[in-house]
């Protein structure tokens, strides 16, 4: 039997992902959940409403009323609490039904007694309902984060800090972009130089049959790639970045389960590339990117850095709208009958490889110590 190198439908099953849950993914942008309105998202699978709560902190509830299943994300948020869209079920932000509209002002049952009500199968008042499940939520720059798993206070890590956000003379943003594809294939997408010179050729990298010897380290839970290649051949706005000529130092790394980081570093300017992949279903995951980056010369408070994020979010929109394709491309003939999921790969893949076993470890339940640290040279061409 050949061994699949992804189970595109096992990670994105919340039943059946393993240890891939127990982490804190990114369920919106802060500024896509207002106060006065629900936002649908669902993650692993799993139908959430979010919405703020009277404090503005950020609720995250299963979506689907306890009455008879509304999804509550079509519904209204007034005062910090939810409406259901269909009769009206009022939750809190515990998830605790509060109040009933067809009980009117007693809010009880006024002919049947507790005991007749047991005997049909009724409540005879809101608090009697119960509560919707409920999922821990975080906001930190400028996210909105939930966690899925069955114990939060054994979440294997904390939620992944935004590069450079709120430091002086970096200038931050985010694009939320959704692909047709898995977390696995969509993370080596993002640390992936050769498909750059293809996917990207004319906008980001032209190729130049360059000789590129990296250094591929596999250690807790990370998988850092560091290119010893100074003066790489960026095209596109990558050559706004370096006027005089700097020593180039790139790196790419992997966080499990579901972060990247690119930087590109001349002298103290420079950007980096964050992306976090929420799965949604097996080949369809929404991939949160926030770009920070610092021109080599600005003006204070990165005037000029800020002046230019049109140009540069119409820039990085087009780069990405590449991957977009390319990953649908992949997911076609991925899922193109049986057979899929088995890879190949070279010594240029190997990065990609260690990747996939820390995944794979993680949604087999991640027993056992896991891939033990390895350092490793490489070669691949541009
Ligand atoms: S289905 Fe939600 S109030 Fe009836
Ligand atoms: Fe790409």
Request: proline share 7%; aromatic share 10%.
């Amino acid at each position: 039997m050949t061994v699949r190198t992804v189970d595109l439908d096992a990670e994105a099953d919340l039943a059946r992902c393993g240890a891939l849950k127990d982490f804190w993914y990114v369920a919106c942008l802060s500024t896509e959940l207002p106060a006065n309105r629900p936002l649908a998202r669902t993650v692993f699978g799993t139908g959430l409403v979010l919405f703020r709560g009277p404090d503005g902190a950020p609720t995250a509830l299963r979506d689907r009323c306890l009455h008879r299943n509304a999804r509550l994300s079509k519904g209204d948020v007034f005062d910090g609490r939810l409406g259901c869209p269909y009769h009206g079920w009022v939750y809190d932000a515990s998830g605790t039904v509060v109040e009933i509209p067809a009980l009117g002002p007693p809010q009880r049952g006024e002919k049947l007694d507790a005991q007749a009500c047991a005997h049909e199968g009724l409540k005879p008042a809101p608090c009697d309902v119960g509560r919707l499940a409920r999922f821990p939520t975080r906001e930190q720059d400028g996210l909105v984060y939930v966690y899925l798993g069955a114990d939060v206070t054994q979440a294997r890590a904390e939620p992944f800090r935004v590069p450079y956000w709120g430091e002086r003379g970096w200038t931050v943003y985010f694009m939320v972009t959704r692909f047709a594809n898995g977390v696995t294939n969509l993370v080596e997408n993002f640390m992936d130089v050769p498909h750059t010179s293809f996917v990207h050729r004319g906008w980001f990298r032209n190729p130049t049959r360059k000789r590129v010897p990296s250094t591929v380290k596999r250690h807790a839970g990370r998988v850092r790639m560091t290119y010893h290649q100074e003066e790489d051949a960026l095209t596109g706005l990558g050559r706004l970045f370096n006027p005089r000529g700097l020593p180039l130092v790139h790196t790419d790394e992997f966080i499990v389960p579901n972060v990247t980081r690119v930087d590109y570093q001349w002298g103290d300017s420079g950007f980096a590339i964050n992306s976090q992949c929420t799965p949604i279903g097996p080949t369809d995951t929404l991939v949160y990117t926030a770009i920070s980056y610092r021109l080599p010369v600005d003006m204070p408070g990165a005037w000029v850095g800020r002046a230019l994020t049109p140009l540069v979010r119409w820039y990085t929109r087009q780069v990405i709208q590449q991957d977009v394709v390319i990953m649908e491309t992949q997911r076609q003939g991925l899922t193109d009958g049986p057979g899929g999921g088995v890879y190949s790969g070279t010594e240029a893949d190997l990065h990609h490889a260690d990747i996939e076993a820390y995944r794979r470890w993680l949604r087999e339940g991640a027993h056992g110590p896991g891939p033990e640290d390895a350092e490793r040279d490489v070669v691949f061409w541009v």
